[in-house]
């Protein structure tokens, strides 16, 4: 009789892993400088803060909140704040470094940071969600500020939240400096100081960087299939611009639904939809709902996970049968997954590039603040693209001078510019 063996568990490893991995791989591709490895190793400063929040129920809960600040040897930290229930310590600590590899490579006057809020925010009012935001920025208190620590929408945050988060911060200081604290955070509504285009800033680049990449490899567009994974700000704006370039959408995927048509979908009908039902997909009548579990594995060219980290691994890597991989969420394929995608040809657009027309929107938001100054959208949309087509030229030039691929390359161009400022400033004292 033949014994039956145990199927080996799936090899799964968390985000701050993945990051420290690839950092260290980069680190030696290049020869990083030992002591600037060490001090880009190290997050600066972990804050985690326990605060009451009293809910319309007139019951009070405690909530968890964190901010993790990696490096801001580059200029003030900058990173979203997210509230989801996967946010921890860990969580924030992975996607802090990520923000400083990702300010790095766009040339902007940022470190990294990232944190958020322990919470499932469908199980609040609205009501409850602005002071569960008001109390965690007073919590914060002065770990944040405009020349410090800019924060940012994130998963599950937004222009709203943001706009709460400035008005809090700003009432906490004396009536003569108010004004000069609004640009504590970036992504905030255009009536308060925000940017005209930040809504659709990270969309818009992965976009610009799926374009840079076809006109690299000689590939047409219109026509082209591709799905999305996650239909937040980020999934539907770059289903809508790749749409305006000719493609096709005919697959989506969130955690309420997975939704499929070889014919397309129609993306503004699906966002509309998706407003009015809470923003969720389930039981949307302009396409067949389909497997999840057979989403990856969908007859296309381009791919854009959108959603969380961590999900294309090798249980569902070997599946994908694109072209391309355009990263739209923080580490969406982990180690596993990405080694199977280079072993089949998919390309892949790393993350620090892909998605970094959100915080290269966020650094015009900052500066439109503290200039004074108010720009027009297609002035702004026209700037991010600018960056991003510099960015994507360095992470292509550093790949090939070191024959790696486009993440190492992304990493070893960002790497390079902290070790220059290190080696220029020195190490007090």
Same mark, same amino acid.
């Given at each position: 009789?033949?014994?039956?063996?145990?199927?080996?568990?799936?090899?799964?490893?968390?985000?701050?892993?993945?990051?420290?991995?690839?950092?260290?791989?980069?680190?030696?591709?290049?020869?990083?400088?030992?002591?600037?490895?060490?001090?880009?190793?190290?997050?600066?400063?972990?804050?985690?803060?326990?605060?009451?929040?009293?809910?319309?129920?007139?019951?009070?809960?405690?909530?968890?909140?964190?901010?993790?600040?990696?490096?801001?040897?580059?200029?003030?930290?900058?990173?979203?704040?997210?509230?989801?229930?996967?946010?921890?310590?860990?969580?924030?600590?992975?996607?802090?470094?990520?923000?400083?590899?990702?300010?790095?490579?766009?040339?902007?006057?940022?470190?990294?940071?990232?944190?958020?809020?322990?919470?499932?925010?469908?199980?609040?009012?609205?009501?409850?969600?602005?002071?569960?935001?008001?109390?965690?920025?007073?919590?914060?208190?002065?770990?944040?500020?405009?020349?410090?620590?800019?924060?940012?929408?994130?998963?599950?945050?937004?222009?709203?939240?943001?706009?709460?988060?400035?008005?809090?911060?700003?009432?906490?200081?004396?009536?003569?400096?108010?004004?000069?604290?609004?640009?504590?955070?970036?992504?905030?509504?255009?009536? #308060? @100081?925000?940017?005209?285009?930040?809504?659709? =800033?990270? !969309?818009?680049?992965?976009?610009?960087? %799926?374009?840079?990449? &076809?006109?690299?490899?000689?590939?047409?567009?219109?026509?082209?299939?591709?799905?999305?994974?996650?239909?937040?700000?980020?999934?539907?704006?770059?289903?809508?611009?790749?749409?305006?370039?000719?493609?096709?959408?005919?697959?989506?995927?969130?955690?309420?639904?997975?939704?499929?048509?070889?014919?397309?979908?129609?993306?503004?009908?699906?966002?509309?939809?998706?407003?009015?039902?809470?923003?969720?997909?389930?039981?949307?009548?302009?396409?067949?709902?389909?497997?999840?579990?057979?989403?990856?594995?969908?007859?296309?060219?381009?791919?854009?996970?959108?959603?969380?980290?961590?999900?294309?691994?090798?249980?569902? #890597? @070997?599946?994908?049968?694109?072209?391309?991989? =355009?990263? !739209?969420?923080?580490?969406?394929?982990? %180690?596993?997954?990405? &080694?199977?995608?280079?072993?089949?040809?998919?390309?892949?657009?790393?993350?620090?590039?892909?998605?970094?027309?959100?915080?290269?929107?966020?650094?015009?938001?900052?500066?439109?603040?503290?200039?004074?100054?108010?720009?027009?959208?297609?002035?702004?949309?026209?700037?991010?693209?600018?960056?991003?087509?510099?960015?994507?030229?360095?992470?292509?030039?550093?790949?090939?001078?070191?024959?790696?691929?486009?993440?190492?390359?992304?990493?070893?161009?960002?790497?390079?510019?902290?070790?220059?400022?290190?080696?220029?400033?020195?190490?007090?004292?």
């Amino acid at each position: 009789m033949a014994t039956q063996t145990k199927e080996k568990p799936a090899r799964k490893e968390g985000m701050y892993e993945v990051v420290m991995e690839q950092f260290a791989h980069a680190a030696d591709i290049m020869n990083l400088d030992p002591g600037v490895r060490k001090i880009l190793s190290k997050t600066n400063t972990e804050i985690e803060v326990n605060f009451p929040v009293r809910l319309d129920n007139g019951k009070i809960e405690v909530f968890t909140g964190y901010r993790v600040q990696h490096n801001n040897a580059l200029g003030p930290y900058k990173g979203g704040l997210r509230y989801h229930d996967t946010v921890d310590l860990d969580a924030a600590r992975a996607l802090a470094i990520w923000m400083t590899w990702k300010t790095a490579l766009a040339g902007l006057p940022f470190g990294g940071a990232k944190g958020g809020i322990h919470i499932n925010p469908k199980n609040y009012s609205k009501s409850e969600l602005e002071r569960i935001t008001r109390r965690f920025t007073y919590a914060l208190g002065d770990n944040i500020g405009p020349d410090l620590d800019i924060p940012a929408p994130d998963v599950n945050t937004n222009a709203q939240i943001m706009a709460w988060i400035a008005d809090t911060f700003s009432s906490t200081k004396s009536p003569s400096t108010r004004f000069v604290n609004l640009h504590v955070v970036t992504g905030k509504p255009v009536g #308060a @100081g925000g940017l005209a285009g930040r809504d659709r =800033a990270t !969309g818009f680049g992965v976009v610009s960087n %799926i374009k840079f990449w &076809a006109k690299h490899k000689g590939f047409n567009l219109k026509g082209a299939k591709f799905i999305v994974q996650g239909f937040g700000n980020v999934g539907y704006w770059t289903a809508h611009f790749l749409i305006k370039e000719g493609a096709k959408l005919i697959a989506v995927q969130d955690v309420s639904a997975t939704l499929h048509d070889e014919k397309g979908i129609d993306a503004e009908a699906l966002l509309k939809y998706s407003m009015d039902n809470g923003r969720s997909l389930k039981g949307y009548k302009g396409a067949k709902e389909y497997d999840p579990a057979a989403f990856w594995g969908l007859d296309c060219e381009i791919v854009v996970p959108a959603a969380l980290g961590n999900q294309i691994t090798e249980q569902n #890597a @070997g599946a994908i049968k694109a072209k391309l991989v =355009a990263e !739209g969420a923080n580490g969406p394929t982990d %180690i596993h997954g990405e &080694a199977i995608l280079k072993k089949n040809g998919v390309d892949i657009i790393p993350d620090i590039l892909c998605n970094s027309g959100g915080v290269i929107g966020s650094y015009y938001e900052w500066l439109q603040n503290k200039r004074a100054e108010i720009w027009k959208i297609d002035q702004v949309l026209e700037m991010i693209h600018d960056k991003l087509e510099t960015s994507f030229e360095k992470v292509v030039a550093e790949a090939k001078a070191h024959k790696v691929d486009w993440r190492m390359g992304a990493y070893i161009a960002a790497l390079r510019r902290l070790e220059d400022t290190y080696m220029d400033r020195g190490i007090f004292p």
